[in-house]
């Protein structure tokens, strides 16, 4: 659930990322044609942008999520009496 999650969010984030970067070449431009120019770049910036976060969001929700669901393992050396010199309570 948390690797979907995260790829929904980071979907969303780079599809909001690389449209902002990509409208910014739009700025040059008068009203009306910058209207257009966000218009003929939005696509094409949402497209890559989603993708790409979707990839590297589920990425990262299912390592979240491994790290969550994975037992704890205890090193032998940190349990007591294992080592010659750990005082005894």
Do not use: N
């Not at 659930?1 to 980071?10: D, N």
């Not at 070449?25 to 979707?54: F, I, Y």
């Amino acid at each position: 659930m948390a690797a979907w999650v995260m790829a929904a969010a980071g979907a969303y984030l780079g599809s909001q990322t690389s449209w902002a970067w990509r409208s910014r070449a739009c700025e040059r431009w008068g009203a009306a044609a910058r209207s257009a120019c966000q218009a003929w770049v939005m696509p094409g910036a949402v497209w890559q942008g989603s993708t790409t976060g979707l990839w590297s969001g589920g990425i990262f929700g299912a390592f979240l999520a491994g790290l969550a669901t994975s037992p704890h393992r205890r090193s032998p050396v940190s349990q007591k009496g294992d080592r010659p010199d750990a005082s005894q309570d």
